[in-house]
């Protein structure tokens, strides 16, 4: 490369850097570009080329990032940084087994708490319980966005005999997972005296008409009133199970709403001979974007025959509300519901729960309810690599994208055609 060649080449990844600190992704592209035409052999610039695709959208652009990657490992075969970005973008693309070799070379060089983390998460989605849960466990100690778990002065529980003792399960995370991994704590009963279960304070109505010999308390109670000898998080329960993808608990459904709270919401919203349809399109603000439906997907629902439909979103946006044609009906229900034990009463009326990805629909899915939900191609780890059913729930059944970059239209349209055949 010649001084001028080299200048020019500094000058555009200046120019680069600073449209990327900006957030202006292709401007950004626009002069890594230049850069890599000018240094071709700096594995370097190869790397971040791929890494801004990425920003920009990280399906779109999967074969350009692969593209970048690779040529910055074939420069540098011990890239760290190179090798961990393809095994990302191959567990995108949904080729799983090549992540895997991926992260398995990556972590001949580098040991961090995020990569064994997603290297668990990419696991327990290939359906290896074994070696996916106990990676998984790194999610409490990862340099960004690790999970909280409070300090105890007493010993965790990892699968030891604990007959005569008390046990304390702490929920970690969003509302969905402490609702999906409740269900393990049937299998705790057995092993031990007496099981604490600390949980969301909006779950613990809710969780107290599921089960009435595990103590649920609320989360924002004090430690200091409990007694207990051991403790483990919801989730770790698996690994101290020896759990396994062929032997999930209770896919049949197992939480109960209350009873008189049912008869309450029939009375007000669901005495009627229509088909009763709830719907979900929106999960936690934190949670992955690519997982919510725009509200406006569900309008057809609306024009089947005989059908209402009831939207279970609590907190709407009132534009959003406002936003609906008048000729299309929606009953808001998300204002009525104080906690998930009101959320259950209503759903226990419906027929069929629509939804994408949320808490709500692992709560429909768990209380036994016909639900549909529409998954990205790329969904989330729990669910594997499942189109049509799921173990962790016999209801259910999914209806997932072709593409990722795919809007929702064609799923809801097959949603609505099993709703037209009665279909569970």
């Known amino acids: 490369m010649t001084d001028i060649d080299k200048k020019k080449a500094d000058e555009f990844r200046e120019l680069a850097d600073e449209f990327y600190k900006q957030g202006n992704f292709y401007e950004a592209v626009e002069y890594y570009e ?25 399906y779109q652009y999967l074969d350009e990032q692969i593209k970048c990657h690779q040529k910055a490992l074939e420069l540098e075969p011990d890239n760290a940084n190179a090798i961990r970005n393809l095994a990302f973008a191959f567990a995108r693309l949904g080729e799983d087994q090549k992540a895997v070799e991926y992260y398995q070379k990556l972590f001949e060089l580098e040991h961090i708490p995020d990569d064994y983390c997603s290297y668990g998460c990419l696991k327990i989605k290939m359906g290896d319980f074994e070696e996916g849960w106990e990676y998984y466990k790194y999610r409490f100690s990862k340099h960004f966005g690790a999970t909280f778990y409070p300090e105890f002065d007493k010993p965790e529980w990892e699968g030891q005999e604990i007959s005569d003792k008390t046990l304390l399960v702490y929920y970690e995370q969003g509302f969905g997972d402490s609702i999906q991994f409740f269900r393990y704590l049937e299998q705790l009963k057995p092993l031990t005296k007496k099981i604490i279960f600390k949980v969301q304070d909006q779950l613990v109505d809710l969780l107290k008409n599921s089960s009435s010999d595990i103590e649920i308390v609320k989360e924002s109670e004090s430690f200091s009133d409990l007694d207990f000898d051991y403790h483990i998080s919801l989730m770790n329960i698996l690994p101290a199970l020896k759990a396994q993808i062929d032997n999930i608990p209770l896919s049949q459904g197992y939480i109960k709403a209350d009873e008189e709270k049912i008869k309450v919401y029939k009375e007000k919203f669901f005495n009627n001979d229509f088909i009763k349809i709830g719907i979900s399109y929106n999960g936690a603000i934190i949670g992955n974007n690519r997982r919510n439906i725009p509200l406006e997907k569900f309008y057809p629902l609306t024009k089947l025959e005989n059908v209402k439909v009831y939207s279970f979103q609590k907190d709407v946006s009132k534009n959003l509300l406002e936003k609906i044609p008048p000729e299309v009906e929606i009953i808001n229900l998300g204002t009525t519901f104080k906690d998930f034990s009101d959320t259950a009463a209503a759903m226990a009326n419906l027929d069929f729960f629509v939804t994408s990805d949320n808490s709500v629909f692992n709560l429909a899915a768990a209380m036994g309810i016909k639900t549909f939900v529409l998954l990205s191609k790329d969904a989330e780890w729990r669910w594997f690599s499942d189109d049509e059913k799921t173990s962790w729930y016999d209801s259910v059944k999914i209806f997932k994208k072709q593409e990722e970059l795919e809007d929702w239209s064609s799923q809801m349209q097959r949603v609505i055609e099993a709703i037209k055949q009665g279909e569970a």
């Open 34 to 58: 230049k850069c890599v035409e000018l240094e071709p052999n700096a594995a370097f610039m190869h790397n971040r080329l791929g890494h801004v695709y990425g920003q920009i959208d990280k």
